[in-house]
């Protein structure tokens, strides 16, 4: 390189610069390197040539790009995805119980390879439920790209456009937001490319949005959205305005959309809801649930606290199969799984429980059409119900005979006569039906029959009386028009397409003469045979069709057996008469509450039922109107204690969707099963059966149990509990008239009234109305703990469990074999029956028994209560009373207020067919004792007794034989004083 160096002469420096360029063009031109001989080539190494030839230069420029735009980066990835702490997109730090399991659209993940080409966390672990999870922030997400405000048909929609991140692998994405009231607001999310005109077209004025948005909002709106800014991170955050608590927001796992399912998470204010699968509070470990409305009878709705004290409600408004995730971050993650790719969230922002149940309520009415509330039972249908699995009619009036026997006699109040028997009636099975219906009416039992949804295949008999096109079409073979087939006990049938317009009726229904009401066992499609379905496209579908397992069934959150996904209802017709098919996927939620609204309009027909007769009917699948149709026969459990308490659990959990639920007394039926007896635990579950709305015992003797099934001391524990629902059954169909007025159910969770920490994760205990607490027995001990918020709460006894109006406390309580532990809550006044004695709820209310009225004084506020009955031997006679407690602690003086309407107007009490007469009044918590004067002012020289039966700080006391006739006197109090002789 120094004779590169000595040819360039000395001279100034632009002469210097000029002679350098020159040189230089030479040198390179000519391939020298500025070397001035061979000698001087052959002393430079060819190490030197490469580094200075200017050509090789260029080429290193792009070895370089090369390894800095693509070797180091994906030496990065490669590097990162090895890491079990993070991938490229963020963290896989997550707690075990916070992590959202990775595509569940897809089959299962089972390898670490699948798992980071799917973008997302690994962890190798054989005691996870999961091993691949979401990062966080999750791979899959959005970039806010337009925000637009437009009015569509007088209504302001917020319209928000993506891009997504990875569209191999995601579709694009639109939201569109408004107020459909000022409580109840809507966020619509859907596949953009599906639905290309919505939200647009019909648009009066538009105007381009900048930044983070919010939804319109005025200072009267209580909730607000945002999205993110422009062309950054989209996500959907929804914020109480008061407040500015977030209680929906996006960001905590992933966003994906597309052609063919939804997937979004969202976290939670707290970490206690109620409804969904797991609701349980901070204590829930549930990894995921199906909801599909059937077999776990789970609902897309749930409610959540907030740290304000605030509760609100969200409606996942979708007739789509769905997975729900439950983790404790507190967060939930959705999966739909839709033809469809759209989803409606209603939120409804309360800020009380009671608020939200009626916004719902207000959404449901609006969204169905629906002017009349939702439906109770009849006051006998607040009885028993006993239902069996019977192989011929004999078996039946065998059983119906000794049910009927003095020293095995069970009050009760309905019979199905056999869970499976179908129309027509098989003439070989029951030939002696005559003589079982006859029996059934001399011992004062209803007839509420047991219905599936299916008829036996028999092409001949069918095509004489319905058209093919009301049967389910198999879409495996849409030339085909043989119905789609499953089996049920081993017989062939068909299931009747509900949603076909020429349904118009329950089509096996019997003479409605001849029943009291219907209850469909299986109104949710089981398909035994599920090799004639396609081959299942995502986890989901394979859910749907597994094989039949029953303890698959009852004991497993994955199983889900059904009839083909790609099966084709007919949903409606043109004006060609052409069908229009949807796949049973998009529907299967909704096919069971569909099956109970064409057997509630049956029902109703004036035709068929003309002098408008009160009808019983429950369903074993629901939906989110379905109270408007009928009940529920509960949550389908195995004979188990776990059965019993996940029973006791849905109950709390899923109130708001389910008012009218019941439970699988002594266990669900399984076919081909055999499950050991326990009578305690047949017991507990007959007691906590008769505390809910609908009370049905269908057995069969092997899996689950009836009354004849138990020993005799056994069984008189079983009358016992059945006399005491009786009792308190003025009190249940009071409160459910009620219900049917503020959409308030029956049975609540302890927060629905009392927002304290120790009411937010009880499942186990629960309200009957406003003033009973009851702490059913779940276990094989006889004792448990019960949480007793602020107040005065009372034992059936009299004793006074807890009094405090500041704090609450978890105590110990005592209970027995025989019974449930109630408690009466300071303030109310509660009507029951006095020591009914009938052999059914409507006997006991027509015969001998009086009401006794329960008084359960608190300090400084008035006991009021109400009664209202109506008689079930005329259409039109309705009692109604009200109830009013004073006390004035100065003067000790009790004044017990009775104000009555008396059955229908102008009615007197020779006009009344029931019992109207109120004999007896429990004061409890009386502040004072001693000798007491009892005035009435419609008794003349009438001298009262009075008897104590608890001495303390404050006292019981029972005041019998009053004999008091409201439909007499509409009109008149009781005045209960301390004489002067004990006040000295």
Not at 41 to 66: E, M
Not at 78 to 87: F, G
Not at 472 to 481: D, E, F, S
Not at 567 to 594: C, F, I, K, M
Request: aromatic share 12%; hydrophobic share 35%; with cysteine.
């Amino acid at each position: 390189m120094g004779g590169w160096i000595s040819n360039v002469k000395p001279q100034d420096d632009q002469e210097n610069l000029e002679q350098i360029r020159r040189y230089e063009e030479k040198i390179y031109d000519d391939g020298t390197f500025g070397y001035s001989d061979e000698l001087d080539k052959r002393k430079v190494g060819w190490l030197d040539q490469i580094i200075y030839n200017p050509h090789i230069r260029i080429f290193y420029v792009l070895i370089l790009a090369l390894i800095l735009g693509i070797v180091i980066p994906m030496i990065i990835f490669i590097t990162k995805l090895e890491n079990d702490d993070r991938t490229i997109y963020g963290s896989c730090l997550i707690n075990e119980n916070a992590r959202f399991e990775c595509l569940l659209n897809a089959a299962e993940i089972v390898d670490k390879e699948t798992c980071y080409r799917a973008l997302c966390c690994w962890e190798d672990s054989v005691d996870l439920e999961f091993n691949c999870y979401h990062s966080f922030p999750s791979a899959y997400q959005y970039t806010t790209s337009n925000v637009q405000v437009n009015t569509i048909n007088g209504t302001e929609y917020t319209s928000v456009d993506t891009t997504q991140n990875h569209p191999d692998r995601m579709a694009a994405l639109k939201v569109l937001t408004h107020w459909e009231a000022e409580d109840h607001l809507v966020v619509e999310v859907f596949n953009k490319n599906k639905f290309p005109s919505r939200g647009q077209g019909q648009s009066e004025a538009s105007r381009k949005q900048g930044g983070n948005k919010k939804s319109s909002i005025t200072a009267d709106e209580p909730l607000v959205v945002e999205w993110g800014n422009a062309n950054s991170y989209f996500y959907i955050r929804v914020g109480r305005h008061e407040t500015d608590e977030t209680i929906f927001d996006t960001r905590l796992g992933p966003v994906i959309v597309t052609d063919n399912y939804i997937a979004f998470a969202t976290t939670l204010s707290t970490p206690y809801f109620l409804g969904l699968k797991g609701g349980q509070g901070a204590v829930s470990s549930l990894k995921y649930g199906v909801i599909n409305g059937f077999e776990s009878a789970e609902l897309p709705f749930y409610i959540s606290y907030e740290k304000s004290g605030h509760w609100h409600g969200v409606l996942i408004d979708t007739t789509d199969p769905m997975v729900v995730q439950v983790v404790q971050a507190p967060g939930i993650m959705f999966h739909v799984e839709t033809d469809f790719p759209e989803l409606n969230l209603h939120f409804f922002p309360g800020p009380t429980q009671a608020d939200i149940i009626s916004q719902l309520h207000n959404h449901i009415r609006k969204k169905h059409s629906i002017d009349r509330p939702p439906v109770i039972p009849p006051y006998w249908g607040l009885g028993l119900h006993l239902c069996r699995k019977a192989d011929n009619g004999s078996v039946v009036l065998d059983e119906l005979t000794q049910l009927f026997q003095e020293n095995k006699a069970i009050a009760y109040d309905s019979d199905c006569i056999e869970e499976y028997l179908r129309h027509p009636i098989d003439e070989e099975r029951f030939e002696n039906l005559t003589d079982i219906l006859t029996l059934l009416k001399e011992n004062s039992k209803k007839v509420v029959l047991s219905q599936k949804v299916t008829a036996p295949w028999d092409t001949g008999e069918i095509d004489l009386i319905y058209d093919d096109d009301v049967w389910l079409q198999n879409g495996t073979n849409l030339t085909n028009t043989t119905p789609l087939l499953g089996k049920v006990d081993n017989v062939t049938v068909t299931y009747f397409d509900f949603f076909n317009p020429k349904l118009s009726s329950f089509p096996i229904m019997p003479n409605i003469s001849l029943l009291n009401g219907l209850s469909l066992s299986e109104n949710f499609p089981i398909l035994y045979n599920n090799s004639i379905c396609q081959t299942p496209e995502s986890l989901i579908q394979a859910m749907f069709t597994t094989s039949n397992s029953s303890t698959t069934n009852l004991n497993s959150s994955l199983y889900w057996t059904s009839m083909c996904p790609e099966a084709l209802h007919t949903v409606r017709y043109g004006d060609n008469g052409a069908p229009t098919y949807t796949s049973h996927l998009t529907l299967h939620n909704t096919y069971g509450e569909q099956a109970l609204k064409t057997v509630y309009t049956t029902l109703a027909d004036e035709t068929l039922n003309p002098n408008g007769t009160e009808m019983l009917v429950t369903s074993s699948s629901i939906w989110t109107s379905s109270m408007y149709y009928g009940g529920f026969n509960g949550l389908q459990v195995p004979f188990s204690w776990k059965g019993l308490q996940d029973s006791v659990a849905y109950a709390v959990r899923n109130y708001a969707l389910s008012p009218m639920a019941g439970t699988p007394i002594c266990g669900s039926m399984i076919f081909n099963m055999t499950i050991q007896k326990d009578n305690d635990l047949c017991l507990r579950w007959f007691q906590f059966g008769l505390l809910l709305p609908i009370a049905r015992n269908s057995y069969d003797g092997n899996s689950s149990y009836g009354p004849l099934d138990l020993p005799d001391q056994y069984r008189g524990y079983v009358n016992s509990t059945i006399r005491k629902r009786y009792t308190y059954a003025p009190y249940y169909y009071t409160t459910l008239r009620q219900y049917q007025k503020d959409y308030i159910p029956i049975i609540k969770p302890m927060s629905f009234y009392f927002n304290f920490n120790a009411a937010l994760t009880l499942v186990d205990q629960f309200m009957i109305g406003e003033a009973i607490l009851a702490a059913p027995i779940i276990d094989r001990s006889v004792n448990r703990r019960a949480y007793f918020p602020p107040a005065v709460w009372y034992t059936v006894d009299g004793n006074t469990a807890w009094n405090s109006s500041n704090v609450g406390a978890t105590q110990q309580i005592t209970g027995h074999i025989t019974e449930t532990p109630l408690f009466f809550r300071g303030g109310y006044i509660i009507p029951t029956l006095l020591n009914p004695e009938g052999t059914s709820i409507e006997e006991s209310l027509g015969g001998i028994a009086n009401y006794t009225l329960i008084v359960a004084l608190a300090p400084r506020r008035n006991s009021t209560g109400k009664l209202e009955v109506k008689s079930p031997h005329a259409e039109n006679e309705t009692h109604y009373v009200d109830f009013e407690a004073r006390l004035d602690t100065t003067s000790n003086t009790f004044v017990l207020s009775v104000n009555a309407t008396c059955g229908s107007p102008n009615s007197t009490a020779e006009d009344a067919t029931i019992r109207t007469t109120i004999d007896q009044v429990r004061i409890l918590g009386l502040p004072f004792a001693g000798t007491l004067n009892i005035t009435m002012d419609v008794t003349e020289d009438q001298d009262i007794k009075y008897i104590y039966y608890y001495f303390g700080e404050e006292n019981a006391v029972r005041i019998p034989n009053l004999n008091v006739n409201w439909c007499v006197t509409n009109r008149f109090e009781m005045i209960v004083t301390q004489s002067i002789e004990t006040r000295r």
